[in-house]
Structure formats: C-alpha cells, structure tokens
C-alpha cells in the first residue's frame, strides 16, 4: 500500500470509535429536530403534566408536525395550530404558558374539567387570536388575570366553576366582542365593573353583583347570580335588557322592591328570585311578560295581594309564592293560566275561600296553600284535575265535610289537610285513591269511624288521623297497608281491641288517649322495624305480652295508664334499643322489677309509679330505692302526689278524650312532667342529656325539704332528676324575666325561677348569639375529629334547639314536632317531599361557552323547597 494511503487509512480507523461513540447522542438528539417549533411547544407543556391513561400518547415528537393526528388538535389549512380542545381528561397540571409559537394561529383554547391547578398565566394575554377560552370546571386558583383583558377578539369566555378568587377586572369592558360569560362557582367578591356596559355583544351568563350599567347589556338573553352575597337593589335599568329570557338572582342578600321595568322583558321566561330579602308588592307589571313560564319568588318579605294581572300569563307553568306576608285572596284570575302544573301560595296571610275554577286547570299536579287563613270548603272541584299529585291546604280554617270525590284522583299520592275545622266522616271511597302514600287528616272535627276501605291503600306510607272525634274500632283491614310505616290515631275516642295483625313495615303507632279494650295481642310482637309504640291512657287489660321483646329496634314504649296486670315481662329489659322512654305507670302491676333492666343503661326516661312492684329498682347506678308509688313521707305531700296522679294517671274508665288541641310532650316524655320512678335520688350532679340530641339546657333543682329527712332544714343544691317534678315549662318560662337573674358569664344567664309548687330552679340561658359559628356552642370533645356532616348535624340538632326556647310561645314547636325534626335530621326526607327541578327551569338553564348546558338553578340547592308542610325544616310548622 501506498504511504499516502496507508497514513488516511489509519486516521479512519483512529476516527471509527469516535463516531460510535457520538452515535447514540446523534439518535437522541435527532427526533427533537423532526417536530416544528409549534409542536415543541406543546411537548413542552405535556411534560408539565401528569396525563392519566395515556392520554397525550398520541403527542410524539417523532412526528414533523402536531396536526398529524394529535389528540385536541386541530389546524388550519395552512397546517398552523388553530385550536386545542381537550375535556373531560385527567391532565393533572398547570395550563400552559408557554404556547407563544401557537399565539398568531391558536383561535380556541378549551380545556374543561381537566383537573388543571395553579394560576391562570398573565401569559394568556398573548394569544391575541384566541375567540374561544374554556377552562371551567378545574381547580384553578388566585386572581383573573388583567392581561386576559388583552384578548380583543375574544367572544366566548368560560372561567366557571374553579376556586377564583378577586375581583373581576376593571378592563373587563375592553373585550368588545364578547358575547358570552360565565364566571359562576367561584369565590369572586366585589362588583361587576361599571366597564361591563360597553360589551353590547353580551348575551349571557353573567355574574357578581348588578350595577345600573346592566342596562347597557342589550343582547343579553341570561343573568344568573345566585347562591352568593349580591346585596342591594334590582336596578330599574334592568329593564332595558330587553332580550333577557332568563334572570337568575335567587338565594342573595337582594333587598327593597321588585322593580316594575321587569314588565317590559317581553321575551322573559323564567323569573328566580327566591331567598333573598325583597320587599313590597308583586309588580302587577308582570303580567305583561307573556312569555312567563316560571315565577318564583318564594322566601321573601313581599307584602300586598297577588296580582290579578298574573292571570293573563297564558304561558305560565309554576307560581311559587310561599313564606312571604301576602294578603288578600288567592285570585281567580289565575284560572285562565291553563298552562299551571304547580301553585304554591303557602306561608302566607292570605285568605277568604279558594275560588279558583280548578276545572279549567286541568293540568295541575301540585297545589300548596297551607298556613294561611283560608276558609269555606275543600273544593270539590280539585277532583277535576286528574293529572294532581299532591295537596296540601293544612293550617288553615277550612270547613265542611272532605269531598269524596277527591279520592277519585287515581295519581294523588300527598293529602294534607291537618289542622282546620273540617267535619264529617271520612268518606269510603278514599279506597278508591290507590297511590296515595301520605295522607294526614289530624286536628280537625272529623267524626264517625274509620272505613275499612282504608286496607285497599297498598301504598300508603304515613297515615295520621290523630285529634279528632272518630270513634269505633281500628278496622282490622289496615293490615292491608303493606308500606305503612307511620301510624297515628291518637285523642280520639276509638274503642274495641287493637287489631290482631297490623302491618309489619310499621315503624311507629300511635293509639294513646283513645277508649281501647281488652287485651294485647302477642302478634304485636311481629313487627321488626317498630321504634315507637305508644299505647297509653286506654284501657287495655291483661298481660303486657312478653312478644314485645321481639321488637329489637323499639326505642320507646309508653304502655302507661291502661289496667295491665302480672309481672312486667324481663324480655323488656333486654330491647337493645330502648333509651327514648319507658313508661308502664298508672296499671295494675305487681311482683319485684326483673333483674335484666340492669341493662338498660341507655335509657333516659323510666316510668314505673303507681303500681304494685315491690323490690329496689336494678338501675342501681341511676337510683337506690323502690319504685313502689305508696312509700311513707307527709301528708302535705301526699297529698300533692295524689293531686299530680289524679292528673297524670287518667283513670282507665274515663270515657273522656283528651283535648283536640292539646300541645302535649308526650312523644319524648309520656307525661308533661319527668317520667322518673319516684323516690330514686341521684348522688352526684350530672345534666340529663336530652333524650333524642340537642343542646343542653341545664337545671338545678332546690327541692322543698323532706319533713321526715334526718336532716331536716338543710335545702342543698342538688339534681333530682329521677323524683318526678310537677313542673311545667310555662312555670319555667314565666320566670325567664330580668328580675329574676342572680348571675351572668360568657356561657350565658343565670335565673332563679320559683314554681308554684315550692321548687326553686336555677336555670341557664346559655347565649346562642355571641357565638360567630353555631358549632362553637358544642363541646370541644365532640367536634375534635368529627366529620362535617357530622357538624353539620350538631349544628341542625342546635336549631331545633333554639326554637324550643323562643321567647315566643307561638315560636316554640310541640315536643311531638320536635322529635319529627329530629329524626328528620338524622335521616333525610322521604323521596315523596323532594320535588324535581321543573322543566321549564332545565329547559332554560344557562349554557356555558363550550355548549354544555349547566344544572338547573330553579330549586335543586336548597333541599327545602318545593316541601309541604309535611317535612320542611326550613319553611314548615313543625308538623311530623
């Protein structure tokens, strides 16, 4: 080989191993190079984020440009980037703010409910083309930037439902060409600059607070602010917005009056402005807005009469006007809105007789008008619309006999007419009414005896037929109620025995103060879901069946004042559930208390005076003497025993029922006083823990002193909780005065209250309102580690009471009310009182720049509405 050759022949070789050495960097470099700078960009902002499932798999880098099939994105004919589009993906990141090679071609910009976290970039103000930005539904946080505001092009912005917090910026009014906003579900505060009036594109979605600029807005179609702190007035320049179909202002701190200029929306619709604090009368004006298909302007302070222009709303759907202080009657005018399918006038003042021409309404499925003043008759006519499922004209002063042609409404599943004056019998043919599934009849003067046609209700859940004058027996076709849970014939004048068989689903009877006989059927026992049983003040005989032992859940048993005999079965004493009340006082039993009561350490109310049992009660670590009611002491109080048995053991002969109005606190206590045995003593001080939850209100008694005591004289301070104490709560109440405070603290007011009767109480008001949160009334122990909801039902269980020590009597719920409130707390309503988000209110919700139509904000958030008197914590009277 040539020199020459041979010397270029051994530079190769010495330059082989280094170029195979570069060869794996060349191969790692090399794709980097294969994509355009647009597509670089994009790779850039993926490794920012953690993408579930492989989502941006098909983003390579390998590829010469992201149009080649990318995931959400799409180019234009020029092969540039013109919109990325990606909802509904687990991306797990920040949104991108380096997309400055895409800002000359990027014209749409949605990434909704992508889980994206962080701040919006101030970089977002350089995509200069963008026309569409959606990223709603995430869990943003911070400000909204001011450099969006540079976005001059921009006509659909979608920043709902985030964690945004600020104002909104004031430059808001430069992006011109926007028509469509939405900024709901987030924690913006502050108003809406006066800027806004310069976007005369607009024409939906905004939110925040209403400056007299919105009348500017004259392509507007939907306002919808609710469920925040908007305070002030309606603007009367509102009523400029003449395209506005929708106006959504429910659930705020809006006050003053309805502005008549909502007449002139022609094109309005749907009308939510419940919840707020409005004042005045309903515009008559309103009735000019022909295309109403929705008003509700319920939970406010509005006062006057309802229009009579109201009537001429050919379109309207639903008018709900509740718990608001309207007078005057209801009009017949609305007779001509053919249209209705729901009234709901409840919680008012109104008054005079129902005359509505219910035949031309035959489209109705839901009439409320209870607490009112209301008076004549039940019309008959309510029988002419056949497609009604609920009634209730309950707390009223109607008359008259109940039509029995109501009961031929084959789709009524609610009939409440409780508390009025009605008369008459109950008609037979409420067999023929096969869906009914609550029927509540109570407190009127409804006579005769309960037709057996009764059994034919398959459906029914909840019968309440309580403080009336029915008398007979308890038809034994009621155990063909195969779903009645609920079950309440008490104060009436019912005789004969109690049925053999009643429906096993029970879960409550009720059929105290009545004239019942004869002897407890062991079937009673055959009930598993039983919790409440209240049978006294009957005149029952016999034996209490030991089958009562079977009912595993019964939380109280009130058996007292009938003529039962032998020995209290010990089957009682081992209920596993029993810790409401126990009360078998005022019978003819005898023999020694069974020694398995000992285990009844959860019970909070036993009653077993005015019997024969002999022998020291076993709750040996509640109280240490016998519970015979005949144990020695003075005459004095003898004597004053004998005048608190003759009133709270009615003798079991008594043909007479009780008072058909009587508020009684028989549901959590048998009796109006403590039902403790008496005699028993408690050695320590310990506050008694009311019997179904809520807040403690604490006594202390100073009790008289024994005559016979050995240290007679001595008048200590101590908690008698189990010696039966003929207090009332009006004595209590009567004392609750300033004259009568001896102290004051940071837990609240120290009274000395002086019963007729010679006790002396000192009684604490604990203060409620210097408390900035209700829960910080409640224990530190029970709070540390407790769940929200769990709060959350302290705080319910606190309200309840609080109604219970209103300063006004009328204010204060009966005891019967309270344990329904109660249990309502613990579980949630019955299915049959949540009524569905109307259909003109979903057809009219607003719908976000990505052309998702959002949830319906017509009554869904407060689970309250739309409740009848029946079981609405909120807006009800208590009643069960």
Same mark, same amino acid.
């Given at each position: 080989?040539?020199?020459?050759?041979?010397?270029?022949?051994?530079?190769?070789?010495?330059?082989?191993?280094?170029?195979?050495?570069?060869?794996?960097?060349?191969?790692?470099?090399?794709?980097?190079?294969?994509?355009?700078?647009?597509?670089?960009?994009?790779?850039?902002?993926?490794?920012?984020?953690?993408?579930?499932?492989?989502?941006?798999?098909?983003?390579?880098?390998?590829?010469?440009?992201?149009?080649?099939?990318?995931?959400?994105?799409?180019?234009?004919?020029?092969?540039?980037?013109?919109?990325?589009?990606?909802?509904?993906?687990?991306?797990?990141?920040?949104?991108?703010?380096?997309?400055?090679?895409?800002?000359?071609?990027?014209?749409?910009?949605?990434?909704?409910?992508?889980?994206?976290?962080?701040?919006?970039?101030?970089?977002?103000?350089?995509?200069?083309?963008?026309?569409?930005?959606?990223?709603?539904?995430?869990?943003?946080?911070?400000?909204?930037?001011?450099?969006?505001?540079?976005?001059?092009?921009?006509?659909?912005?979608?920043?709902?439902?985030?964690?945004?917090?600020?104002?909104?910026?004031?430059?808001?009014?430069?992006?011109?060409?926007?028509?469509?906003?939405?900024?709901?579900?987030?924690?913006?505060?502050?108003?809406?600059?006066?800027?806004?009036?310069?976007?005369?594109?607009?024409?939906?979605?905004?939110?925040?607070?209403?400056?007299?600029?919105?009348?500017?807005?004259?392509?507007?179609?939907?306002?919808?602010?609710?469920?925040?702190?908007?305070?002030?007035?309606?603007?009367?320049?509102?009523?400029?917005?003449?395209?506005?179909?929708?106006?959504?202002?429910?659930?705020?701190?809006?006050?003053?009056?309805?502005?008549?200029?909502?007449?002139?929306?022609?094109?309005?619709?749907?009308?939510?402005?419940?919840?707020?604090?409005?004042?005045?009368?309903?515009?008559?004006?309103?009735?000019?807005?022909?295309?109403?298909?929705?008003?509700?302007?319920?939970?406010?302070?509005?006062?006057?009469?309802?229009?009579?222009?109201?009537?001429?709303?050919?379109?309207?759907?639903?008018?709900?006007?509740?718990?608001?202080?309207?007078?005057?009657?209801?009009?017949?005018?609305?007779?001509?809105?053919?249209?209705?399918?729901?009234?709901?006038?409840?919680?008012?003042?109104?008054?005079?007789?129902?005359?509505?021409?219910?035949?031309?309404?035959?489209?109705?499925?839901?009439?409320?008008?209870?607490?009112?003043? #209301?008076?004549?008759?039940?019309?008959?006519?309510?029988?002419?619309?056949?497609?009604?499922?609920?009634?209730?004209?309950?707390?009223?002063?109607?008359?008259?006999?109940?039509?029995?042609?109501?009961?031929?409404?084959?789709? #009524?599943?609610?009939?409440?007419?409780?508390?009025?004056?009605?008369?008459?019998?109950?008609?037979?043919?409420?067999?023929?009414?096969?869906?009914?599934?609550?029927?509540?009849?109570?407190?009127?003067?409804?006579?005769?005896?309960?037709?057996?046609?009764?059994?034919?209700?398959?459906?029914?859940?909840?019968?309440?037929?309580?403080?009336?004058?029915?008398?007979?027996?308890?038809?034994?076709?009621?155990?063909?109620?195969?779903?009645?849970?609920?079950?309440?014939?008490?104060?009436?004048? #019912?005789?004969?025995?109690?049925?053999?068989?009643?429906?096993?689903?029970?879960?409550?009877?009720?059929?105290?103060?009545?004239?019942?006989?004869?002897?407890?059927?062991?079937?009673?026992?055959?009930?598993?879901?039983?919790?409440?049983?209240?049978?006294?003040?009957?005149?029952?005989?016999?034996?209490?069946?030991?089958?009562?032992?079977?009912?595993?859940?019964?939380?109280?048993?009130?058996?007292?004042?009938?003529?039962?005999?032998?020995?209290?079965?010990?089957?009682?004493?081992?209920?596993?559930?029993?810790?409401?009340?126990?009360?078998?006082?005022?019978?003819?039993?005898?023999?020694?208390?069974?020694?398995?009561?000992?285990?009844?350490?959860?019970?909070?109310?036993?009653?077993?005076?005015?019997?024969?049992?002999?022998?020291?009660?076993?709750?040996?670590?509640?109280?240490?003497?016998?519970?015979?009611?005949?144990?020695?002491?003075?005459?004095?109080?003898?004597?004053?025993?004998?005048?608190?048995?003759?009133?709270?053991?009615?003798?079991?002969?008594?043909?007479?029922?009780?008072?058909?109005?009587?508020?009684?606190?028989?549901?959590?206590?048998?009796?109006?006083?403590?039902?403790?045995?008496?005699?028993?003593?408690?050695?320590?001080?310990?506050?008694?823990?009311?019997?179904?939850?809520?807040?403690?209100?604490?006594?202390?008694?100073?009790?008289?002193?024994?005559?016979?005591?050995?240290?007679?004289?001595?008048?200590?301070?101590?908690?008698?909780?189990?010696?039966?104490?003929?207090?009332?709560?009006?004595?209590?109440?009567?004392?609750?005065?300033?004259?009568?405070?001896?102290?004051?603290?940071?837990?609240?007011?120290?009274?000395?209250?002086?019963?007729?009767?010679?006790?002396?109480?000192?009684?604490?008001?604990?203060?409620?309102?210097?408390?900035?949160?209700?829960?910080?009334?409640?224990?530190?122990?029970?709070?540390?580690?407790?769940?929200?909801?769990?709060?959350?039902?302290?705080?319910?269980?606190?309200?309840?009471?609080?109604?219970?020590?209103?300063?006004?009597?009328?204010?204060?719920?009966?005891?019967?009310?309270?344990?329904?409130?109660?249990?309502?707390?613990?579980?949630?309503?019955?299915?049959?009182?949540?009524?569905?988000?109307?259909?003109?209110?979903?057809?009219?919700?607003?719908?976000?720049?990505?052309?998702?139509?959002?949830?319906?904000?017509?009554?869904?958030?407060?689970?309250?509405?739309?409740?009848?008197?029946?079981?609405?914590?909120?807006?009800?009277?208590?009643?069960?």
């Amino acid at each position: 080989m040539p020199p020459r050759l041979s010397a270029a022949a051994s530079r190769l070789a010495r330059l082989v191993p280094l170029a195979l050495a570069l060869l794996p960097l060349l191969l790692l470099v090399s794709p980097c190079h294969c994509v355009n700078e647009q597509g670089q960009a994009l790779l850039r902002w993926k490794e920012s984020l953690r993408p579930a499932g492989g989502a941006l798999a098909s983003w390579r880098a390998s590829d010469a440009s992201p149009c080649r099939g990318w995931f959400g994105v799409s180019c234009d004919a020029r092969g540039d980037v013109a919109g990325l589009s990606i909802t509904s993906v687990d991306l797990q990141g920040p949104l991108p703010a380096n997309l400055q090679p895409l800002a000359p071609s990027l014209k749409t910009l949605v990434l909704s409910g992508t889980n994206l976290t962080g701040a919006i970039p101030k970089e977002i103000g350089d995509y200069g083309e963008l026309t569409t930005l959606d990223v709603s539904k995430n869990q943003l946080a911070g400000a909204i930037p001011p450099e969006l505001c540079r976005l001059a092009k921009l006509e659909s912005l979608a920043l709902n439902s985030n964690s945004l917090r600020g104002a909104i910026p004031d430059d808001i009014g430069k992006l011109t060409s926007l028509a469509y906003l939405t900024l709901y579900d987030n924690e913006l505060s502050g108003a809406i600059p006066p800027s806004i009036g310069n976007l005369k594109n607009l024409q939906t979605g905004v939110s925040g607070s209403l400056p007299d600029t919105i009348g500017q807005l004259k392509k507007i179609q939907t306002i919808a602010i609710y469920t925040t702190l908007l305070s002030g007035r309606i603007p009367e320049s509102i009523g400029n917005c003449t395209e506005l179909t929708s106006l959504y202002l429910y659930q705020n701190s809006l006050s003053g009056p309805i502005p008549a200029q909502l007449g002139q929306l022609r094109k309005l619709q749907t009308l939510l402005l419940w919840q707020n604090q409005l004042v005045g009368a309903i515009p008559p004006e309103l009735g000019q807005c022909k295309q109403l298909t929705l008003i509700d302007l319920s939970l406010n302070s509005l006062t006057g009469s309802i229009p009579a222009t109201l009537g001429g709303l050919p379109n309207l759907q639903q008018l709900q006007l509740s718990t608001n202080q309207l007078t005057g009657a209801i009009p017949a005018e609305l007779s001509n809105c053919t249209s209705l399918t729901d009234i709901e006038v409840d919680n008012n003042q109104l008054s005079g007789e129902i005359r509505l021409d219910f035949p031309r309404l035959r489209n109705l499925t839901l009439f409320y008008a209870w607490k009112n003043r #209301l008076t004549g008759g039940v019309p008959a006519s309510l029988a002419e619309c056949t497609s009604m499922q609920a009634v209730d004209l309950s707390y009223n002063n109607l008359t008259g006999p109940i039509p029995k042609d109501l009961f031929g409404l084959q789709n #009524l599943t609610k009939l409440l007419l409780l508390n009025n004056e009605l008369s008459g019998l109950v008609p037979p043919e409420i067999g023929n009414c096969t869906s009914l599934y609550r029927l509540r009849l109570n407190g009127n003067r409804l006579s005769g005896t309960i037709p057996p046609e009764i059994g034919n209700l398959k459906s029914l859940n909840f019968l309440d037929m309580s403080e009336n004058h029915l008398v007979g027996p308890v038809p034994a076709a009621i155990s063909g109620c195969a779903s009645l849970q609920f079950l309440d014939l008490h104060s009436n004048a #019912l005789s004969g025995s109690l049925p053999d068989t009643l429906p096993r689903s029970l879960q409550l009877v009720d059929v105290s103060d009545n004239q019942l006989a004869g002897p407890l059927s062991p079937s009673i026992g055959s009930m598993p879901e039983l919790t409440k049983l209240y049978l006294g003040k009957n005149r029952l005989t016999g034996g209490i069946p030991p089958e009562l032992g079977s009912c595993e859940k019964l939380q109280l048993l009130d058996l007292g004042g009938n003529a039962f005999s032998g020995g209290i079965p010990p089957e009682l004493g081992a209920l596993p559930s029993l810790e409401i009340s126990l009360n078998l006082s005022c019978n003819r039993l005898s023999g020694e208390i069974p020694s398995q009561f000992a285990g009844l350490d959860k019970l909070s109310n036993i009653d077993l005076s005015h019997n024969e049992l002999s022998g020291a009660s076993s709750r040996s670590r509640r109280c240490r003497t016998s519970s015979r009611s005949t144990s020695p002491t003075t005459a004095s109080r003898e004597s004053s025993r004998t005048r608190r048995s003759s009133r709270s053991c009615r003798s079991a002969t008594s043909p007479e029922p009780a008072p058909r109005r009587r508020r009684r606190l028989r549901r959590l206590l048998p009796t109006r006083r403590h039902l403790f045995a008496e005699n028993c003593h408690v050695r320590a001080r310990r506050v008694q823990r009311a019997a179904a939850g809520g807040r403690h209100l604490h006594a202390r008694a100073h009790a008289p002193p024994r005559q016979d005591h050995p240290r007679r004289g001595r008048r200590a301070w101590e908690v008698t909780l189990y010696q039966k104490l003929d207090i009332t709560m009006d004595d209590v109440l009567r004392g609750l005065t300033a004259s009568n405070v001896i102290g004051t603290g940071s837990s609240g007011v120290v009274y000395k209250v002086d019963t007729p009767n010679g006790y002396t109480l000192a009684w604490v008001r604990e203060h409620l309102h210097a408390k900035r949160d209700a829960a910080d009334i409640l224990d530190a122990r029970l709070r540390a580690g407790a769940a929200d909801a769990d709060v959350q039902e302290m705080r319910q269980v606190l309200s309840v009471a609080a109604l219970c020590v209103s300063h006004r009597a009328d204010d204060r719920p009966a005891m019967t009310d309270v344990v329904a409130l109660l249990k309502e707390i613990r579980r949630p309503a019955a299915a049959d009182d949540a009524k569905p988000p109307s259909a003109a209110a979903a057809s009219a919700a607003p719908v976000s720049a990505s052309g998702a139509q959002q949830v319906s904000p017509a009554r869904s958030p407060l689970p309250s509405r739309g409740q009848s008197s029946s079981c609405s914590f909120n807006v009800s009277d208590y009643s069960a």
